[in-house]
Nanobody
Framework: QVQLVESGGGLVQAGDSLRLSCAAS????????MGWFRQAPGKEREFVAR????????YYGDSVKGRFTISRDNAKNTVYLQMNSLKPEDTAVYYC????????????WGQGTQVTVSS
């Protein structure tokens, strides 16, 4: 059974940091690209970051570039999202997702973790 379980969300003030974690199980973690997405109330889901396996190549959405860092620990089947200099507009439910390296569609999703940034 495939599972992606996010943790680390919470309520913080603007300028603070948070680190989200996503523990994966039930699939071959090393053969999947891992990504983070977010969705704020009344808005569409937004791409945040992704990381590949082989060369650890990373890619970020424009709104988080320079503030967020994605990383992964393949030995622990876990992907992380370090979020620094948080802003109120970062408030959203953050989702972890996985896709096979040869595809473009994310087919595994977590349940999400709420991040709220107060001004």
């Amino acid at each position: 059974q495939v599972q992606l379980v996010e943790s680390g969300g919470g309520l913080v003030q603007a300028g603070d940091s948070l680190r989200l974690s996503c523990a994966a199980s039930g699939f071959t973690f090393s053969r999947h690209v891992m990504g983070w997405f977010r969705q704020a109330p009344g808005k569409e889901r937004e791409f945040v970051a992704r990381i590949t396996w082989s060369d650890r190549h990373t890619y970020y959405g424009d709104s988080v570039k320079g503030r967020f860092t994605i990383s992964r620990d393949n030995a622990k089947n876990t992907v992380y999202l370090q979020m620094n200099s948080l802003k109120p507009e970062d408030t959203a439910v953050y989702y972890c997702a996985a896709r096979r390296v040869e595809t473009i569609t994310y087919n595994y999703w977590g349940q999400g973790t709420q991040v709220t940034v107060s001004s």
